[in-house]
């Protein structure tokens, strides 16, 4: 049974920084895209960041290119978000997700082609 479990959110100051971190069990995800997604109450999920299978690249949401950074661990099923110069605006439920292969590109912002899910962190930005 495949399993996500998330570490790392908080409550941070803006201009602060915070890393999430979402270990997976269950099977190798080596050949899978590993994301995070993020939610506030009354949105849909929005696309945060993923880094895609099989050695591929990673692809941002605008609103956190250059401040977030994506990354992963092939052997220990492992992706991470380090977030810095946090935001208020930043503030939401981080969640990993994962899917069971691969997507083309123009699939990976969509949360519907992730079929694993994180129970959900909170991050808070404020002062």
């Known amino acids: 049974q495949v399993q996500l479990a998330e570490f790392g959110g908080g409550l941070v100051q803006p201009g602060g920084s915070l890393r999430l971190s979402c270990a997976a069990s269950?099977?190798?995800?080596?050949?899978?895209?590993m994301g995070w997604f993020r939610q506030v109450p009354g949105k849909e999920r929005a696309f945060v960041a993923v880094m895609r299978g099989s050695g591929g690249s990673s692809v941002y949401a605008d609103s956190v290119k250059g401040r977030f950074t994506i990354s992963r661990d092939n052997a220990k099923n492992t992706v991470y978000l380090q977030m810095n110069s946090l935001r208020p605006e930043d503030t939401a439920v981080y969640y990993c997700?994962?899917?069971?292969?691969?997507?083309?590109?123009?699939?990976?912002?969509?949360?519907?082609?992730?079929?694993?899910w994180g129970q959900g962190t909170q991050v808070t930005v404020s002062s």
């Open positions: 269950g099977r190798s995800f080596y050949n899978s895209d």
């Open positions: 997700a994962i899917t069971n292969s691969r997507l083309i590109l123009s699939r990976v912002r969509d949360a519907e082609n992730y079929y694993h």
